[in-house]
């Protein structure tokens, strides 16, 4: 079964360790020694949807093998923000990356594109974020924390936004009846202390963090072989 991936830093496998990114292929290949898959992943640092659509435009205009999968994951640059601008001018008007109604027009136009070509597309869920972590991981190169948490109202204001792109792509599956891995759902039931399961920038899974993915993933393909 041939899988191509459609997501940003976390199913690329980055993980923030000794003050820089590394990328960790392990989700990636354990799953495709576990299921015989052939993964082709597509995914890239800072991906957005608009940043994907070209590849998913050029690759659903071709004709794709029997079983061909698709699995998006993306959202978590999407609702992301000029932190800069932010804190240099906390009492202005600040959108996202791809705002609400743009991100569930063009997530929309992929799945329909994806599917159209005879692919079976499939989508994630957005691992939570740790606010507090990730907002020291912003500040720490001199952005000042005051007026950041003063333009977002709390500090928390950062999870429940990324939460609410999350929520977004549950909706678009619902709506456009397509199977859904809840990889927020497993980080939220894991019996680990959240930072366990994140790097110390907040967002990128630890190395636990991806075991888990791994493990989720493969919950899900057993699902779907009837194992």
């Keep these: 079964m041939n899988v191509t991936v459609y997501g940003d830093s976390i199913l ?55 079983e061909t999968h698709a699995l998006l994951e993306l959202g978590g640059n999407d609702c992301d923000f000029d932190w800069a601008a932010v804190a240099g001018a906390p009492e202005a008007v600040h959108e996202s990356k791809t705002p609400p109604e ?4 063009s997530y929309r136009r992929a799945i329909r594109l994806l599917r159209g070509s ?28 005051d007026n950041i948490v003063r333009w977002l109202g709390d500090v928390e204001h950062i999870y429940r936004w990324q939460e609410s ?3 977004m792509v549950e909706h678009l599956a619902r709506e456009e009846r397509v199977p859904l891995i809840d990889l927020r759902g497993a980080f939220l039931r894991d019996q680990r202390r959240p930072e366990a399961l994140l790097c110390a920038d907040g967002i990128h899974p630890s190395a636990a963090g991806q075991s888990l993915i791994f493990e989720t993933l493969s919950d899900f393909l057993k699902g779907l072989f009837g194992n």
């Excluded at 957005?126 to 991981?137: A, D, G, H, K």
């Design 102 to 105: 743009k991100f569930m027009e």
């Design 165 to 167: 792109y999350s929520g």
């Design 12 to 66: 690329r496998g980055v993980r923030f360790q000794d003050g820089r990114y590394v990328i960790d292929h392990s989700w990636e290949t354990r799953l495709a020694e576990t299921f015989g898959l052939q993964i082709t992943n597509r995914s890239r640092f800072g991906n957005t949807i608009g940043k994907a659509m070209p590849r998913i435009e050029r690759d659903s205009a071709e004709a794709c093998e029997e």
């Design 118 to 145: 005879g692919r079976k597309v499939t989508l994630a869920t957005l691992p939570p974020i740790n606010s507090e972590l990730y907002l020291r991981f912003l500040c720490r190169g001199g952005l000042s924390r």
